[in-house]
């Protein structure tokens, strides 16, 4: 029988039941791929992370129900949370080595800052029509990731955002991509959602990635490098992000709700 510590983390919010609950399991060595598929499977939540030590940085995966994805920007702040306040209390720093290269999270007072990398979006002369027809308006920009595996839909306004019931067996045809929709907020500089049904997510509560391609799109448009925002899903995520140096400064805070042991 293997015996593996689990810790869930509630990520990009100080109060339980908000932000995003990501799984959390520190290993001594990476076990096979397809246990790990398994058991994010068996916790069923947006992310499970798990890292390994390593000499200088840990390792660190992340995989939703479905598949292995190449960044989370959630389940990476819920790793250093665990790290900080449960594995080695009173460190402040964490590298960890990814697929999406070196990622570093610091403390910074109350909350956890994450260096993460920035995406280049190209925006698209139309919006595609399948989806267009997925989320049942026509957004005023769309940009795509240079990988093609996110989709930036642009509203009008936070409503439009907060009131879309997009079809998500039409989203998840346009699989590998994921798809954000984003507009000016009310009292934070933007407000966000994210899509990823044909990963096992079909409304992800609080995505740290896509600031990533977020930040850059609303840097210009409002012409300053430190912005607030929010995720405005049922449980509700806050973001405070910079640019500096090329990269996505995304800070946030977390909380534990619990942990415990996985037998298999």
Partial sequence: MIKLRLFQIDAFTS???GGNPAAVVPLSSWLDD????QIAAEN???ETAFFVPGEKRRGLRWFTPEAEIKLCGHATLASAFAI?????PGRGEVRFDTLSGELTVTRSGDRLVMDFPVWRLERLD??????????????AEV???AERDN???????????????????????LHPAGVAVTAPGRDVDFVCRYFAPSYGVAEDPATGSIQCGLMP?????????ALRSRQVSRRGAEFFSELRNGRTFISGSAVKYLEGWIEI
């Fill in 15 to 17: 109060d339980v039941f």
């Fill in 34 to 37: 397809e246990l790990m598929q």
């Fill in 44 to 46: 069923n939540l947006s």
């Fill in 84 to 88: 900080f306040t449960e594995l080695e």
């Fill in 126 to 139: 139309a919006a595609p029509a399948a989806l267009a027809e997925a989320l049942g308006t026509s957004p």
């Fill in 143 to 145: 940009l795509v990731t």
């Fill in 151 to 173: 989709y930036f839909a642009v509203l009008g306004d936070q409503s439009e955002v907060e009131s879309l019931a997009p079809d998500m067996q039409s989203l998840a045809a």
């Fill in 217 to 225: 799109y609303w840097v210009e448009r409002l012409g300053r490098n």
